[in-house]
Nanobody, 126 residues
Framework: QLQLVESGGGLVQAGGSLRLSCAFSGFTSDYHAIAWFRQAPGRDREGLSCIRSSGGTHYSDSVKGRFTISRDDANNTVYLQMNSLKPEDTAVYYC????????????????????WGQGTQVTVSS
């Protein structure tokens, strides 16, 4: 019943922007955090940003100042606004949810998350 569904990926030129969406449903607790990750071929999974159910946020250094995470609770959706995109941003982007004691810290460590979407491809051309 618990679901996370990413959308909004696509092809964009370097310097352009995309907004990814993560629609979530079936949550049994109001105390949670949702984070964005990405994985490129031959690269480890990288945590990008996290947002708490209260609205607090956390970013990795690699995307700070370029990416912005937000949420719209009326529509049960978390967004990732990506600006000034670079070819090295090319990857499959995933959203994931965490519940319980780790949610307050809003981590971006993939091993702590149990619930994942299927991902959306982002390709940035030079």
């Amino acid at each position: 019943q618990l679901q996370l569904v990413e959308s909004g990926g696509g092809l964009v030129q370097a310097g352009g922007s995309l907004r990814l969406s993560c629609a979530f449903s079936g949550f049994t607790s109001d105390y949670h955090a949702i984070a964005w990750f990405r994985q490129a071929p031959g690269r480890d999974r990288e945590g990008l940003s996290c947002i708490r159910s209260s609205g607090g946020t956390h970013y990795s250094d690699s995307v700070k100042g370029r990416f912005t995470i937000s949420r719209d609770d009326a529509n049960n959706t978390v967004y990732l606004q990506m600006n000034s995109l670079k070819p090295e941003d090319t990857a499959v982007y995933y959203c994931a949810a965490i519940f319980g004691r780790y949610a307050t810290a809003c981590p971006i460590l993939g091993r702590l998350f149990n619930h994942w979407g299927q991902g959306t491809q982002v390709t940035v051309s030079s």
